[in-house]
């Protein structure tokens, strides 16, 4: 069993008898299908259709609190806000210290069978990745049985891409992101910011860039470094631990330079592409 104090994720409240419309109308999965035991994940788009932010979403007693990089929390709410209009709803960061000496709250991973305490859901978008929690930060930090490299090195195996890190926030479509992939769209529900464009990009299947776990012999190459085939670049190199790590592919590049058995090259590191384990 192994728990690990993600510390660089926050925790975003939007509550309010408008909470779940409002939601609804902005994000890219279905609200409907969060409840207090089933968590969802999805992103804020711009309206060209890019991710600004993603996140984990769950009910707590009628409201919903989203899971979120912490250095993003206070950008998500102003975004937020600038769509509240007349909705009903209450934007609050509770990571940041509160009122009355409320603890700041923080999130937890929890993978290989570990229970977890707080408010407990499973992690939806990979069957193996496993379940998280929120709780007061200092709680976490104090009964982590692992660290936060650990289930980074777990996530990579599973596949699961990381804002910020396999991809850029504001630079990057949904489809690049994998998000139709490891459920973070919803292509029946009705409008949300950016919708069009996700819905044409899935319609045409034209999405030409995928994060893709990769094998790699040599040291592993730093986030931002560019996989090479030959002189063609194809792709560049996102989160990695030990000989396993996540890359942004032109997949069409790829197809081409494997056809004609080139090998791929990142630093000095050779790069083997490969499906994500079932771990």
């Known amino acids: 069993m192994a728990s690990a104090f993600l510390d660089d994720r926050g925790v975003v409240r939007v509550e309010g008898e408008d909470a779940r419309s409002f939601l609804q109308g902005l994000v890219t999965c279905n609200m409907d299908g969060v409840s207090p035991g089933t968590a969802g ?63 700041p709250m923080g999130v937890m991973a929890l993978w290989d069978g570990e229970p977890g305490e707080g408010l407990v859901y499973d992690d939806p978008r990979h069957e193996t990745l496993g379940r998280r929690s929120i709780l007061p930060r200092h709680v976490a930090r104090a009964s982590a049985s692992a660290t936060a490299d650990d289930y980074e090195g777990h ?59 990769v094998s790699l012999r040599g040291t592993a190459p730093a986030p931002g470094s560019e996989i090479r085939a030959g002189e063609i670049v194809i792709g560049t190199m996102g989160s990695a631990a030990g000989d396993r790590g996540l890359a942004m592919i032109r997949t069409d590049r790829a197809e081409e330079a494997l056809a004609a058995g080139l090998q791929l090259i990142a630093g000095t590191s050779i790069v083997e592409l490969m499906p994500a384990d079932v771990v």
């Open 41 to 103: 994940f999805g992103a804020l788009l711009s309206p060209q259709g890019k991710i600004l932010f993603d996140f984990l979403i769950v009910e707590d007693k009628g409201a919903f609190l989203l899971d979120t990089p912490l250095a993003l929390c206070g950008d998500l709410i102003k975004r937020l806000s600038l769509y509240k209009l007349r909705a009903k709803v209450v934007l609050r960061d509770l990571s940041a210290p509160g009122d009355a000496g409320l603890d």
């Open 155 to 213: 996530r990579i195996r599973c596949g699961v891409p990381k804002g910020g890190v396999d991809f850029a926030f504001g630079d990057t479509f949904p489809h690049d992101a994998d998000m139709d992939l490891i459920h973070g769209v919803d292509f029946r529900k009705g409008c949300y910011i950016g919708q069009e464009v996700v819905s044409r990009v899935e319609h045409r299947g034209s999405a030409r860039k995928r994060i893709i776990p």
